[in-house]
C-alpha cells in the first residue's frame, strides 16, 4: 500500500513540476497587444533613409526595425533609438 501512495505522490509532483508556465508568457503578450501601433512599420529599409533620419530598432532582434517607437513583435522589449548616419 505505500508503495502505490508513494507511486501516486511521485507522479503528482511530475506532473506538477512539468507543467509549463505561461504567467510570463501572458505577461509579455499583454504588453505587445496593449503598446503596438497598428501603423508602426516594421522591418523598414535603413539603406533607403537619409543621414539623420530616426528610426528605432530592437536591441534583441536587430533586424526589427520600426519608424515609430514601440515594443518588439518578437520579444516584447522596447525599441531603442538609433540616428542614421
Known amino acids: 500500500m505505500k508503495k502505490h501512495i508513494l507511486?501516486?505522490?511521485?507522479?503528482?509532483i511530475m506532473l506538477v513540476a512539468c507543467k509549463p508556465s505561461t504567467k510570463s508568457n501572458d505577461?509579455?503578450?499583454?504588453k505587445v497587444r496593449?503598446?503596438?501601433?497598428?501603423?508602426?512599420?516594421?522591418?523598414?529599409?535603413?539603406?533607403?533613409?537619409?543621414a539623420g533620419t530616426v528610426y528605432y530598432q530592437c536591441p534583441m532582434d536587430?533586424?526589427?526595425?520600426?519608424?515609430?517607437?514601440?515594443?518588439c513583435p518578437k520579444c516584447g522589449m522596447d525599441l531603442e533609438q538609433v540616428v542614421k548616419h
Open 7 to 12: 507511486l501516486f505522490a511521485t507522479g503528482i
Open 27 to 30: 505577461n509579455k503578450d499583454a
Open 34 to 50: 496593449a503598446t503596438s501601433d497598428s501603423t508602426q512599420i516594421f522591418n523598414l529599409d535603413t539603406a533607403a533613409l537619409a
Open 62 to 71: 536587430p533586424e526589427e526595425i520600426s519608424d515609430k517607437p514601440g515594443v
